[in-house]
């Protein structure tokens, strides 16, 4: 077996192939039949004097050195509501035009490199369930460089022109700071020139700090100065890796940025650090013109017991706090929304009337699980409440919707990468088509008009432009009779809410 194995081996790498340890564990069928269409690929090829590497009906049309990791899934296309074809876009018809734009200005969807090709099935009870064929499991530069050609091919199939990604995601973390960020460069390298004649390009860009041992305490929050400026020096990097590659923002997820325990934590000055890290952050943003915009991402807790950034509003009095308004806006993420006791609606709504609603990571939790779950959300009650944010905010641009969703443990197939976007962009859209005609129709929004229409009188005007103090409230409130609250109409609103979707 072993050498057959290898025999089959060398055929497969014929054709370019690139052939991990776990597919030549996979067994004799599964080896015997890849070499097989390997060796019909190699027949065409010879008749042909091409060089190409090709699917299953060596039809592929891909370059010498090239491999199809998709080869038995098509792009994806648009059918309608009707359609049954689970690899098929029911709503989301990109070009379609609602509410003054067309759809894929609205959704400006990105898919997440960590989770489509870094995601192993892994969870804190058990091991891996999941390498796909052509990945070996390894953290090599060359398996960067195949995975990297993995993403922009899904892009394509998928018809979507954006990806996110932390730095360690996308290339390997080097035995010295000087090797990570030579190894970074030349993926990125690649990254480039796989862009070339296509509009594909990050949505954003950030640097791991919470995997690797030193970064424990945290990063810019460490009470070791020296982890402080490795950490700074990694962001810096990754910073110019999303400015070379032509990024639109540039995230702060601070998983490891609080605390487990206030007996061994000075506060303020973990604080102060945080600040100070995201001012330098600030300053060599403008330093190296990078239009991108810099976007925080809060979080309650986990892995810490408590993150600094709990939530959008602990945010927003941080930015304030430490001058930073101006300069960052906020990546709403779902599902720490409710980890967080809130809702998404309610996160997206805190940022967009304080003007830093940036970017949503589209995702959602379990209620029964309680913990960050990540999974693609799908609850178009839920996508419709985040579209009527999206909506009355204008749009997101240039932020956009990224699926920081994962496959389930148990879902081991390619193709379920595929369906799990198709379901995540159809959802959204079904939301974005629902809000518009909430707002379209106008009944929601008249039943909150109503419900506050009080303000609109003198006396509420005179409240609301700052007029009338204490004195002049306490004479209006002597002359008039007790005043009796009207209805709020809560059911009413849910009704009209819940038939609109």
Not at 146 to 170: P, Q, S, V, Y
């Amino acid at each position: 077996m072993i050498e057959m194995s290898r025999a089959y081996k060398m055929v497969l790498q014929s054709q370019g192939f690139v052939v991990s340890e776990l597919v030549m564990r996979m067994g004799r069928r599964s080896i015997c039949l890849a070499a097989f269409v390997a060796l019909l690929c190699l027949g065409s090829t010879l008749a042909t004097q091409e060089k190409r590497v090709a699917d299953q009906t060596c039809g592929s049309g891909f370059q010498e050195g090239e491999v199809e990791f998709f080869p038995n899934i098509s792009k994806i296309e648009y059918e309608g509501p009707s359609s049954k074809n689970p690899l098929a876009f029911k709503w989301y018809n990109p070009e379609e035009e609602i509410y003054g734009k067309k759809m894929k200005d609205w959704l400006r969807f990105s898919v997440a490199f960590w989770h489509t090709f870094r995601g192993d099935g892994s969870d804190p009870f058990g091991s891996p369930t999941k390498q796909w064929p052509w990945d070996d499991g390894t953290d090599s530069l060359e398996m960067a460089f195949t995975r990297m050609r993995a993403n922009f091919e899904f892009l394509k199939k998928l018809g979507l022109n954006r990806w996110c990604f932390h730095d360690r995601d996308i290339a390997p973390e080097g035995r010295t700071l000087e090797e990570s960020n030579a190894n970074l460069d030349k993926v990125v390298a690649l990254a480039k020139q796989l862009q070339e004649g296509t509009d594909i390009r990050p949505l954003w860009g950030t640097a791991q700090l919470f995997k690797h041992p030193r970064y424990m305490h945290g990063a810019a929050t460490s009470p070791d100065a020296r982890i402080y400026a490795y950490a700074a020096a990694q962001v810096k990097k990754a910073m110019e890796a999303t400015k070379e590659l032509g990024g639109e923002n540039y995230v702060f997820w601070g998983g490891r940025e609080g605390y487990q325990s206030l007996l061994n934590t000075d506060l303020e000055r973990e604080l102060n650090h945080l600040g100070q890290f995201l001012k330098s952050a600030a300053e060599y943003k403008k330093k190296i013109d990078f239009d991108g915009v810099l976007l925080i991402e809060p979080k309650p807790q986990e892995p810490t017991k408590h993150q600094y950034d709990w939530d959008a509003a602990t945010a927003i009095g941080f930015l304030q706090k430490y001058g930073l308004k101006d300069d960052f806006k906020l990546n709403i993420e779902c599902n720490h929304a409710t980890l967080a006791g809130h809702s998404c609606y309610h996160e997206l709504e805190v940022s967009r009337i304080n003007g830093v609603l940036g970017n949503i990571d589209a995702n959602t939790g379990d209620a029964q699980t309680g913990w960050d779950t990540d999974q693609f959300l799908m609850d178009i009650a839920e996508t419709t409440q985040v579209m009527l944010s999206v909506l009355q905010n204008g749009g997101l641009a240039p932020g956009g919707f990224n699926f920081d969703a994962k496959l389930r443990r148990e879902s081991t197939d390619v193709e379920d990468l595929f369906i799990s976007h198709i379901a995540g962009m159809d959802a959204m859209a079904r939301g974005l088509r629902n809000a518009a005609k909430i707002l379209e129709e106008g009944t929601l929004p008249s039943i909150v008009k109503e419900r506050y229409a009080s303000f609109d009188s003198a006396l509420g005007a005179s409240i609301e432009s700052g007029e009338l103090g204490f004195e002049e409230l306490e004479r209006e409130a002597l002359r008039m009779e007790e005043p009796l609250p009207a209805s709020g109409k809560q059911e009413l609103a849910e009704m009209v809410f819940y038939n609109s979707i």
